[in-house]
């Protein structure tokens, strides 16, 4: 306990030319403990420190506590009941932010300063000044073993003292203890005040009326990516293995989004394999892209076409999985279609990435190559974590007959159902290649969470997953990294995911238990594991009884200004039913989330109209395959028929009280459609003539 771990979330990256430099950003309190985890139930509760329920520790670390608390021998009985409370804080369920994730690990949690509380979101009752409390309470008090020794300060681990000592003797004034263990957590949100981190529940804004959205093309994209040299472009790419790069125009201009499919940036199409499932999954361009000109596809090939598409297979001995034994799926070879993320490079003209207007298509180095087990989910999004500019990898169980038959994503050494984090800015050390048996050319960042698991594939970051579909990190709270993961056949689900986190599949099916139907790979048991259960999430009866089927699509926290009712709303949707949701989190940055449907329409001065479904005013979008985000925080659909735009409400007719609506003429407020009938079912002949190369991420018919 105790010794903090550098955190992603607390650090962000800034580049001066090739060199990384790490500075601290204001990150919002999310709960986490120290070790950069979420903190857990548990299962046993509690003898000594007050965190029943969700809790940082366990009762091995709450016996410890004990033992360090009796072994102090605090002489005065209000002190005793004060140092008790500050060495029980490192069980709260925020003591990431209580002992400052990302600076030097603390002794002693941030206690509530006069100067600090006031400004606090937290409730902060008549203990606003707690530091003042615990001096004039422990001030005469002598304890062994003090955790407020100032040799102490800036270390990691329990304090060495054995000399009995009194708080004066420590530090000469209130004053001077309170600048060295007063404060708040970097956004001022948390501090410790002597009682469990409650923050302020408000009464949360009601769902905004809709969300009104304008058609800008008619491409049908898997991703988009805002351009990272911050202007009004960003990257598209398909699933045959197309990237373009395209211009957005102003908000409120009419004008559409400036694409020329005749000439991609990037076109690999003679790489990928493009198929039902199959295809250029993502793309990525490294954060100092402007720069560097490095960028990342991650895409599908076939090993009996293309030559380059050669790599172990997922299912392997490590993982207790004989390819020679595995069930033929759709007619192909286990492990003949591979996942792959490969590097290109813009950096061929003169005048620098910025401008580069193609990139090269010859590989500049392979970065991961693995087969797949059968033809279905494998994920297959890249990206950089904002905060730590390590690149993230979404993987899925690998399909076959569904419910993960050999229990892949349980398995702490199988890469399947699972987000790894890699860093490609460095090559493997010797020691690293011949210590781990990496998967391709990457190194691992040192706090992988295989450090503390040993059991864990050192890519790991976390597992459990059934097929992660559409993860993004929120603009404003990069530790905020949220995915939507495809459920089976009840509950699709919305994660926060966090550091070594289980997320449960296939033992539980979002927050629901599931009983697979074959085991080949083994089981594993509920009570042999801690599962983070979803944040949020659907079911299945919820959106369609008709279809028959649901796949979530992850989306973005919305941080645009366009529409400022949607602002801090988590939007998401699901790929078949076109339904759109907003999650509230309430209190702010308390992990708490509720959704809401949101009905949305077409705004009347469309730059491009809208289809709208058969008999109603409603747009018809066809697949909502991912949400992008540009350069502004402005936040995109990408559907089958086209990509759309998150617009001003009262373009469609939504009322929101915060728009300025003073800022641009407005147009005739059209009715605006309630959701009930925006569900759209019975497209039988359109689903037909689209779905051999559709993304169906999890249709159950193929299962
Ligand atoms: C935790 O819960 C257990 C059982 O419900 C109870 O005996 C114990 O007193 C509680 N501990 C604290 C510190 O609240
Ligand atoms: C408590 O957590 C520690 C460290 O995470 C672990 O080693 C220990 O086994 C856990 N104890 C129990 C009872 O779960
Ligand atoms: C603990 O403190 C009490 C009185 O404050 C004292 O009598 C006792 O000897 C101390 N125990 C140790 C181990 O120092
Ligand atoms: C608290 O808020 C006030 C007004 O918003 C601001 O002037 C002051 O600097 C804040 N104090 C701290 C410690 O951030
Ligand atoms: C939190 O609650 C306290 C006490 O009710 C209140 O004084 C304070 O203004 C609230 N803070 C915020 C940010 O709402
Ligand atoms: C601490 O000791 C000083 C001097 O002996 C005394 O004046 C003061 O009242 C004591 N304070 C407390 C809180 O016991
Ligand atoms: C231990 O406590 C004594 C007495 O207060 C102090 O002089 C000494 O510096 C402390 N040693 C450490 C390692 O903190
Ligand atoms: C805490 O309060 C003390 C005394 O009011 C002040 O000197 C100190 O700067 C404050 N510390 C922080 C971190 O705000
Ligand atoms: C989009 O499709 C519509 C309808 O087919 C067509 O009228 C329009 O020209 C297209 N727009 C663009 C920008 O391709
Ligand atoms: C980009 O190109 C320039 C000039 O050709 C070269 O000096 C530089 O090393 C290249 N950078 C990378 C990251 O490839
Ligand atoms: C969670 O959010 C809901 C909806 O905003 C609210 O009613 C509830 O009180 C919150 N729960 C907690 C524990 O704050
Ligand atoms: C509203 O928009 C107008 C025109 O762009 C601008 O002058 C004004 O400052 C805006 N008001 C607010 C509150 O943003």
Redesign the pocket.
């Known amino acids: 306990m105790g010794s903090g771990s550098g955190c992603i979330a607390a650090l962000v990256l800034l580049f001066s030319s090739s060199l990384l430099v790490l500075i601290p950003y204001p990150a919002a309190s999310l709960p986490l403990c120290t070790d950069s985890r979420s903190p857990l139930p548990q299962p046993t509760p509690l003898t000594f420190c007050p965190y029943n329920g969700t809790s940082c520790c366990n009762s091995t670390q709450d016996l410890r506590i004990r033992k360090q608390f009796e072994a102090m021998n605090v002489s005065d009985p209000s002190c005793r009941s004060v140092m008790k409370w500050i060495l029980c804080a490192i069980c709260d369920p925020f003591s990431g932010e209580l002992f400052t994730i990302g600076t030097a690990p603390r002794t002693v949690p941030l206690l509530c300063n006069s100067t600090v509380s006031a400004n606090s979101s937290q409730s902060s009752g008549s203990a606003s000044d707690y530091c003042s409390i615990v001096w004039d309470t422990c001030l005469n008090a002598s304890m062994f073993n003090s955790p407020f020794a100032p040799s102490l300060q800036g270390q990691a681990g329990l304090p060495m003292n054995s000399s009995s000592t009194k708080l004066t003797e420590l530090w000469q004034s209130k004053n001077d203890f309170c600048n060295a263990f007063g404060g708040a957590s970097l956004d001022e949100s948390v501090c410790f005040d002597g009682e469990p981190v409650k923050l302020n529940?408000t009464v949360?804004p009601a769902p905004p009326s809709g969300l009104c959205i304008e058609r800008l093309g008619n491409g049908s994209y898997l991703d988009m990516v805002a351009h990272p040299d911050g202007s009004n472009r960003a990257f598209f790419s398909d699933q045959k293995g197309y990237i373009w790069l395209g211009t957005i125009p102003a908000q409120g201009s009419g004008a559409t989004l400036e694409i020329d499919e005749s000439n991609p940036f990037l076109d690999l199409t003679d790489e990928v394999h493009f198929d039902t499932e199959f295809g250029m999954m993502g793309i990525a361009f490294h954060p100092n892209f402007a720069k560097n000109g490095r960028l990342f596809a991650s895409f599908n090939c076939d090993k009996s076409k293309w030559p380059g598409c050669s790599g172990r297979c997922s299912c392997n001995s490590d993982v207790n999985c004989d390819p020679s034994q595995l069930p033929s799926d759709n007619g192909a070879q286990p492990c003949q279609y591979q996942s792959v993320i490969a590097e290109y490079s813009a950096n061929g003209t003169s005048s620098g990435p910025s401008a580069a207007k193609t990139a090269s298509p010859a590989e500049v180095r392979r970065i991961f190559t693995m087969g797949l087990p059968f033809t279905a989910h494998h994920g297959g999004q890249i990206l950089f974590g904002p905060g730590d500019g390590y690149l993230y990898f979404m993987m899925g169980d690998g399909g076959g007959t569904g419910g993960d038959p050999y229990n892949f994503s349980q398995n702490k050494k199988s890469m399947l159902g699972k987000i790894m984090r890699l860093d490609v800015d460095n090559s493997p050390s010797a020691a690293e290649v011949s210590k781990f048996s990496l998967w391709g050319n990457y190194s691992i960042p040192k706090d992988n969470p295989y450090t503390e698991d040993s059991e864990l594939q050192p890519e790991i970051w976390t597992y459990g997953m059934r097929n992660p579909w559409r993860c993004s990190f929120d603009a404003a709270r990069p530790n905020y990294f949220m995915c939507g993961d495809v459920g089976q056949d009840e509950y699709e689900e919305v994660d926060v995911i966090t550091k070594g986190g289980n997320y449960g599949w296939r033992v539980y099916e979002g927050p629901l238990l599931y009983t697979p139907s074959q085991s080949p790979g083994g089981n594993t048991s509920a009570k042999s594991i801690d599962p983070i259960f979803p944040v949020t999430g659907y079911t299945h009866s919820e959106v369609n009884k008709n279809l028959g089927s649901a796949s979530i699509t992850g989306g973005y926290f919305y941080r645009g200004t366009t529409d400022p009712c949607m602002y801090g709303r988590y939007l998401y949707g699901d790929l078949y039913a076109e339904n759109i949701w907003a999650a509230?989190e309430?209190?702010e940055n308390?992990g708490?989330f509720?959704s809401s449907h949101i009905s949305f329409s077409c705004a009347k001065d469309s730059p491009i109209p809208c289809e709208t479904v058969q008999g109603s005013q409603l747009p018809s979008l066809g697949y909502i395959f991912s949400f992008g985000q540009d350069n502004q925080k402005d936040i995109y659909l990408l559907t089958y028929k086209g990509v759309y735009r998150v617009v001003r409400p009262s373009r469609c007719g939504y009322t929101c009280a915060k728009e300025n609506v003073t800022a641009v003429s407005t147009p005739s407020p059209t009715s605006a459609p309630s959701y009930a009938s925006s569900l759209v079912y019975g497209r039988g002949s359109l689903f037909l003539a689209v779905a051999s190369w559709l993304l169906l991420a999890s249709l159950r018919v193929l299962l």
């Open positions: 529940a949360a509230i309430n209190p308390s708490n509720t």
